[in-house]
Structures are given as C-alpha cells and as structure tokens.
C-alpha cells in the first residue's frame, strides 16, 4: 500500500440527506482539485485508446461529524494554513457560482453554518484537524 505525505480530506455535517452529502462533497472537492495541480494524476486511456480526464492521483476520505465539529475543524484548518473550501447551508438555496459567493462573502467567519468542507496538506496535519471525526458510513 502506498503511503502518501499529503491528504485529501472531505468532512460532512452528519445529518445531511444523502443527496447533500454527494452534492457538497463533490463541489468541496473541485476547489481542490482547481488549485493544487500536484494532487491530479494522469490522464487515463481505455484499452481502445479513449482519453478520460484524469483523478485525484491519491484516496479521498469522507469524514462526517456534528456541526460543532465543523466549526472547530475549520478554526484547526485556518490555525494550521491548511488550503480549505467550505459549504454553508446557504448554498443549498442558490443557483450559480456568484450566488454561492455571495451568500458566503455575506456572513462573518465565525458565524458560517458550515455543512462540509474539504482540506488537503500534509497528513499529520490534515489528521489533527479533523481529530474527533468518523469516516463516513
């Protein structure tokens, strides 16, 4: 098994409906994968020669916890300069990227309802960061 230095890491408020849970997790992890090019791996080629875009060159672990959780993760996450996205429960209601801007630029730090974010930086601080979490069922 490989062993990777950094970690790509997603944690989800726990009482999400399922629907939410892939939705959010999946707008979390663009944000990772739009601004850390080193974490991409290579494009891959069917036996036919067809090209697909390529993946996340590691694992990606889905955490859940309760809202507190979330919000102490995220104070960890600023404390240790890890790059984060965020997902508040705002975005459920908007339609588009500056929607979704906006209603986050709208509210000050400590006060985001946060329903999921996405880490990615060295293991040992990814994993204190979210220290108290359980990976998702």
């Not at 992890?29 to 494009?43: L, N, Q």
């Not at 990606?60 to 993760?73: E, N, S």
């Not at 996450?77 to 300069?81: I, Q, S, V």
């Given at each position: 098994m490989t062993t990777f230095s950094t970690k790509i890491a997603v944690l989800l408020r726990d009482d999400l409906?399922?629907?939410?849970?892939?939705?959010v997790t999946a707008f979390l992890?663009?944000?990772?994968?739009?601004?850390?090019?080193?974490?991409?791996?290579?494009?891959y080629v069917d036996a036919d020669g067809t090209k697909y875009l390529p993946m996340f060159g590691q694992p990606?672990?889905?955490?859940?916890?309760?809202?507190?959780?979330?919000?102490?993760?995220h104070g960890r996450?600023?404390?240790?300069?890890l790059a984060m996205s965020v997902f508040t429960a705002e975005l459920f209601g908007t339609g588009n990227?500056?929607?979704?801007?906006?209603a986050v630029r709208a509210v000050p730090r400590a006060a985001l309802d946060l329903v999921g974010l996405a880490v990615v930086g060295p293991r040992n601080a990814v994993d204190k960061t979210l220290k108290g979490a359980t990976l998702h069922p």
């Open positions: 409906a399922t629907w939410q849970r892939l939705n992890v663009s944000g990772i994968a739009a601004t850390a090019p080193e974490a991409i791996g290579e494009h990606v672990l889905v955490f859940a916890g309760p809202g507190t959780l979330l919000t102490t993760a996450a600023l404390e240790r300069g990227d500056d929607d979704n801007r906006a």
